[in-house]
């Protein structure tokens, strides 16, 4: 692809534009994400979207999926990860044992624009901003730097071998290198404290906080709605055994999608406790199952989570995944975009008691995980350093799984493109605001619900 061509054909300047919405409103597009998931939670969805417009946004990947369509686009696709917003990055275990930064929800990958990954991002940020109540300079700021970041991560990986883009990644070293100098003195603390406290998350911290121990084996402690064991989700003994069958049946055909030693690995687990977890915001009413197992002994366990997961929210704009299987779709982008990926991580159809077939991916309910808590982020800068280190790591992504040198070329050197996907995350973020406040009216109506807070 010659430069030339995509910017006369897509001046850089478009990407500032917002298309006027045609079709359903967000309320709309918002609410039909409800079918099918479980009806006792989808209040509780409901609330957690309206807590502000950046909880809205993080719920309304399908409306944005929807907004996203009608925007110009140089014509290069990459494997999105369809829900690049600042709260879907952070911290995990690599099987080497090293903390690593990267990408960490594919519910919505598929392989689409690269434009849509880096506007949502570019969006989320401007949201969250507001809601820190950053001022109009600041923000605008915080947002051209972090499209700068994408766009200057993506001329260095254009440069890079084929390997050496595979093989790069954002360990601990890497991430503080990246933000740790640009941050006040206090900020830098909290930094170091939150990834200290990463390496604390793993399956015997699960064990102390999920469970208590009964006849000398762990059980899950219920706390619901979040966490439900199955005994308490399906008290008459025969359906639970159909639930239990079920899970089983899974799990056997999940063992097959890992690969040969890590089946071997599983294999020296056995299934003890079961419960229903809630997981999220976008995800709540989707099921989602913590799986208990026991290896050589109480203190060997090891917490997995089956996830549901459905089409794509961009399928309608895009078409549809090659894989037919969600959980298939799901696990595959994930190996695609991320450096390193958990050592259980699979997949799995099956069909419920209820007669309804289901698609799940599975991987470790925590394994070093930690995340930065948008909410907490106090001052400009550090929002700023941590946009930054999430646009190098989605450029990353973007360069393994497509074109670098088009997208990069595309770019170019000057800040055209950054200034326009700045404009459009302020209108976006004013679309948003919008948005919120009518489906918080919506609630107040009575025309959806939400659980009492």
Request: charged share 25%; glycine share 8%.
């Amino acid at each position: 692809m010659s430069t030339g061509q995509p910017r006369r054909t897509v001046p850089r300047s478009s990407h500032s534009e917002l298309p006027d919405r045609d079709g359903p409103d967000a309320v709309s597009i918002a609410t039909a994400q409800d079918e099918g998931r479980i009806r006792d939670l989808v209040p509780l969805r409901h609330s957690r979207m309206a807590v502000s417009p950046f909880a809205f946004f993080r719920g309304a990947a399908a409306v944005m999926a929807a907004d996203l369509a009608a925007t110009p686009v140089s014509g290069v696709r990459v494997q999105l990860c369809g829900d690049a917003h600042l709260s879907n990055f952070g911290f995990f275990a690599s099987p080497e044992r090293r903390l690593v930064f990267d990408v960490n929800d594919f519910d919505e990958t598929l392989p689409g624009p690269w434009e849509w990954d880096i506007k949502r991002l570019a969006a989320s940020v401007e949201v969250a901003a507001r809601d820190r109540g950053f001022a109009d300079g600041e923000r605008r700021e915080i947002v051209t730097s972090t499209v700068r970041a994408y766009r200057r991560a993506m001329r260095g990986f254009a440069g890079m071998s084929n390997l050496d883009v595979w093989y790069a990644i954002a360990d601990e070293r890497h991430a503080r290198a990246m933000i740790e100098g640009k941050l006040p003195r206090g900020a830098r603390r909290r930094s170091a404290e939150r990834l200290a406290k990463a390496r604390t998350r793993d399956h015997r911290d699960s064990l102390t906080r999920f469970t208590t121990v009964q006849d000398g084996l762990p059980r899950i402690v219920a706390d619901p709605p979040l966490v439900v064991p199955l005994h308490s989700l399906v008290p008459k003994p025969r359906v639970r055994r159909r639930v239990v069958g079920m899970l089983e049946t899974m799990l056997a055909g999940y063992r097959e999608s890992l690969q040969p030693e890590r089946r071997w690995l599983f294999d020296q687990y056995r299934l003890t406790d079961i419960a229903q977890k809630v997981v999220g915001v976008g995800s709540v009413g989707n099921r989602c199952w913590m799986l208990l197992f026991i290896g050589r002994d109480a203190g060997d366990p090891l917490f997995l989570q089956a996830k549901e997961c459905g089409p794509s929210v961009l399928e309608p704009y895009l078409g549809d995944a090659d894989h037919g299987h969600d959980g298939q779709r799901v696990v595959e982008g994930q190996r695609l975009m991320q450096t390193v990926s958990d050592i259980f991580l699979g997949w799995q159809r099956t069909t419920d008691p209820d007669g309804t077939s289901r698609d799940y991916y599975v991987r470790q309910l925590r394994d070093w995980k930690g995340s930065v808590d948008v909410a907490e982020i106090e001052d400009p800068d550090t929002l700023a350093s941590y946009a930054g280190m999430c646009a190098w790591t989605l450029a990353r992504a973007h360069a393994r799984t497509g074109d670098r040198a088009a997208i990069a070329a595309y770019m170019g050197s000057s800040d055209a493109f950054d200034e326009a996907v700045a404009t459009f995350a302020g209108a976006y973020a004013d679309r948003t605001e919008a948005d919120h406040a009518a489906f918080v009216a919506a609630i107040a109506a009575g025309r959806t619900s939400a659980a009492a807070s």
